[in-house]
């Protein structure tokens, strides 16, 4: 048996992400449909148009080093509940905290982002109804009013959240994300990766409420 097959065989999964990366501006990209549409649609329509300025991104790797640059933020901070995570960490400010998505208050202060990114954790440890309206909590908690949430989940058995209807519960609520002119976008993945895009409300429509 070749190397390459051998190495196919102990490592299937790895090896079939290694097989899209490219290097890119310097950095090594997972070139994934719904990477691709992350990196070459929504990214820089926050950074260009948005103009998002204070960035949470909540989980990293070595596929998400280039985020930093691809945003451009004054602020861009991660979390992850993996230690060894760490080290994929690139936050301008350097700025990583070890921790989990459903004790964003234990490290963040309310209202501290004007964008906030979840992609690839719900269904990935955070899975059953109680989690996932505790994510939704949290995430809306460190949104200033009219930021934005980017949540991305594998539509799939065995990795399908279990619910998503506490994000359609304010203060956050769906929007049409201008690129695209729709809160949702499947990608064409094995996974049906899926994004869904959501704003929290400004203080005078809640307190129009």
């Known amino acids: 048996m070749s190397p ?14 290694y097989a899209r990366t490219r290097r ?13 549409f992350l990196e070459e649609t929504v990214f820089p329509w926050f950074r260009d148009e948005a103009g998002a300025r204070d960035v949470l991104d ?3 790797d070595w596929y998400t080093r280039a985020y930093p640059s691809l945003l451009r933020a004054d602020r861009y901070h991660t979390i992850d509940l993996d230690p060894d995570k760490a080290r994929y960490a690139r936050g301008r400010d350097g700025d990583h905290r070890v921790g989990s998505l459903l004790e964003l208050d234990q490290h963040y202060d309310a209202e501290a982002y004007d964008l906030v990114i979840c992609n690839g954790v719900l269904g990935w440890g955070v899975n059953d109804d109680d989690a996932i309206a505790t994510a939704a909590r949290q995430l809306a908690r460190v949104l200033r009013p009219g930021g934005w949430l980017v949540l991305g989940w594998n539509d799939m058995d065995g990795y399908r959240p279990a619910t998503l209807a506490p994000f359609d519960a304010p203060p956050l609520a769906r929007f049409a994300l201008p690129p695209i002119d729709a809160d949702t976008h499947l990608t064409p993945t094995g996974s049906r990766h899926t994004f869904r895009f959501f704003r929290r409300e400004e203080e005078n429509a809640n307190a129009a409420r």
């Open 58 to 60: 909540i989980g990293c």
């Open 24 to 36: 890119i501006d310097g950095h090594f990209r997972l070139r994934t449909p719904d990477r691709i």
């Open 4 to 17: 390459i097959a051998l190495l196919k065989r102990i490592v299937p999964d790895d090896w079939k992400l």
